[in-house]
C-alpha cells in the first residue's frame, strides 16, 4: 500500500526552525512533483511549496527567502526546511504527492499532516 510518511513539526519560538520530513513508501514507479500545504484555523489549505522530479521549485510568496523545499530521490523522501518562523506559520502541514503506480497512472496521495506551532 502506498503511503506518504511524515515527520517533524512541533513546537517552536518565532526566529526558530524545524525541518519537516515526507517519506513515500510502497510500490510505485516514479515519484513526480511533492510539496506541502498548510491549513491553519478557519483558514483554507494553501500551497507552501513544491519540487518537481527535476527539482524545480516554487513557494509561496509568504515563504520565500524563508523555507527552502528538497527531496532526495534515492531515500524517496522530500524535506521542507523552514527557518525564520513566525506565529502566522503555525499551522497544520500536509506533505503530498503525484506518483506514478506500475499501472502506469498517476495519483495523488497525501500525508497525515503534522502540527507546526511557532509560539514564545
Known amino acids: 500500500q502506498v503511503q506518504l510518511v511524515e515527520s517533524g513539526g512541533g513546537l517552536v519560538q518565532p526566529g526558530g526552525s524545524l525541518r519537516l520530513s515526507c517519506a513515500v513508501s510502497?510500490?510505485?514507479?516514479?515519484?513526480?512533483?511533492m510539496g506541502w500545504v498548510c491549513q491553519a484555523p478557519g483558514k483554507e489549505r494553501e500551497l507552501v511549496a513544491s519540487?518537481?522530479?527535476?527539482?524545480?521549485?516554487n513557494y509561496a510568496d509568504s515563504v520565500k527567502g524563508r523555507f527552502t523545499i528538497a527531496r532526495d530521490n534515492d531515500k524517496r523522501t522530500a524535506y521542507l526546511l523552514m527557518n525564520s518562523l513566525e506565529p502566522e506559520d503555525t499551522a497544520v502541514y500536509y506533505c503530498?504527492?503525484?506518483?506514478?503506480?506500475?499501472?502506469?497512472?498517476?495519483?495523488?496521495?497525501w500525508g497525515q499532516g503534522t502540527q507546526v506551532t511557532v509560539s514564545s
Open positions: 503530498n504527492a503525484a506518483l506514478t503506480l506500475p499501472d502506469g497512472y498517476e495519483h495523488y496521495y
Open positions: 510502497g510500490t510505485i514507479f516514479s515519484i513526480n512533483t
Open positions: 519540487v518537481t522530479s527535476g527539482g524545480s521549485t
